[in-house]
């Protein structure tokens, strides 16, 4: 499970399709990425970053 990404989502107020239709994903590739089964791309992950109103996507994705 990505605990980040999923407590990011809770943070911000929003669903997980309201993440997904701002992020221009499914919202079960969006449900994959929050349990951890699937990573996004760069440009999607950048998305999401976007809608939860993160600055730095090692927060949400990890990475040194």
Do not use: C, H, W
Request: charged share 30%.
């Amino acid at each position: 499970m990505n605990v980040a990404l999923r407590a990011a989502r809770e943070r911000s107020g929003k669903t997980q399709a309201q993440v997904a239709k701002e992020s221009g994903v499914s919202e079960r590739a969006y449900l994959y990425y929050e349990q951890g089964e699937r990573e996004p791309g760069v440009r999607t992950a950048i998305r999401i970053a976007d809608s939860l109103g993160v600055v730095d996507l090692r927060e949400l994705f990890g990475g040194s």
